[in-house]
């Protein structure tokens, strides 16, 4: 399989996706969400891979979200940056998917490694949602699932303060499950994902089948909210003047918005 913003590749029992644009923080783009969930339904349809490992490049982010430039400016699916396929996939998938977070995961990126069903990180990874500082959000999986892991309070409170949290603040809360030095990252993840190959492939397919039956609505609800509200709300005065003022570091002005 070749890719533009992936790469993807075999050891073994082995298959490991990794997001490819470490310059612009391994942000997923609407071609990079596609080539993620093609990239999984090719491996859906194989059988010499028993877990997935899904990473970023570089050594300084995992992914930091989405970029949204460059869409078509319409509410249909065209004009939505196609998160919810990524999300999908990786949940269809029969395989154990492992996150090996090598950097910041923040916004969209801390919800991919949610989704994915363990997640090892390095010591200096940090975790973050921030999409109401920037006017944005995500009113699904990113809830759902992280009150799952953390409980209804702290994931709350990451939404509604947008904290930063270090690898072991993050696993101490029950967001990740194993931190390691950075050095050891890729031999810690590789020794996790030839454990868990050495398991009954059907058994762990029905163990995760059975794991995802409890939130068979999340995606219903997801692409309501994502696909039908988030562009509206994206074009809205609040959302324009909460990210200029992310990016341009300073407070926002509440005159701006809220009426």
Known sequence: MEFKEILYAEDGPIGTITLNRPDDGNMFTPLMCHEIRDCINEIRRETRTRVIVLTGSGDRFFCIGGRKEGMEHTKLYAGTLPTLDMYESIDRLQKPVIASVNGFAVGGGNVLQMVCDLTIAKESAVFRQVGPMMGSFDAGYGTW??????????????????????????????????????????????????????????????????????????????????????RDYLDSDESKELSKSFGEKRKPDPEKFGH
Request: aromatic share 6%.
């Open 145 to 230: 699932y992280l009150e799952d892991l953390v409980g209804k309070k702290r994931a709350k409170e990451m939404w509604y303060r947008n904290p930063k949290f270090t690898a072991a603040e993050a696993m101490q809360m029950g967001l990740i499950n194993k931190v390691v030095p950075d050095a050891e990252l890729k031999t810690a993840t590789r020794a996790m994902a030839l454990e868990i190959a050495e398991r009954g492939a059907f058994a762990l397919a029905s163990v995760k089948a059975a794991f995802n039956a409890r939130h068979g609505g999340v995606a219903g609800l997801s692409r309501m909210a994502h696909d039908l509200l988030l």
